[in-house]
């Protein structure tokens, strides 16, 4: 098996997505930290990357509904960040 460079990507994109993924359930990250949204978006990012190369529509679709998703998540997490120091 030859692995490519653009293989490379899709595989640490996998490996990002994993590892916010496993933090979330053990509890070291809460689903409303910006590291959860921001390494999703990388993941996912990293896989378009590698879709590029080796195209699939299924998975182009659903890594940029996760990027979208995540997005939201980062807009959310500063929304929500700014309406707090605007309290103190």
Same mark, same amino acid.
């Given at each position: ?50 879709? /590029? $190369?080796?195209?699939? /529509? ?13 997005? $939201?998540?980062?807009?959310? $997490? ?11």
């Amino acid at each position: 098996m030859h692995v490519t460079l653009s293989d490379l990507f899709g595989i640490l994109g996998v490996i990002v997505i994993i590892i916010a993924y496993t933090l979330l359930q053990f509890e070291k990250m809460d689903a409303k930290d910006l590291g959860f949204s921001v390494l999703n978006t990388l993941g996912a990012f990293l896989i378009i990357i590698s879709l /590029l $190369y080796n195209w699939n /529509l299924s998975s182009f679709l659903m890594e940029s509904t996760w990027i979208v998703i995540s997005i $939201y998540g980062i807009i959310k $997490y500063y929304k929500g960040k700014k309406k707090g120091e605007d309290a103190v």
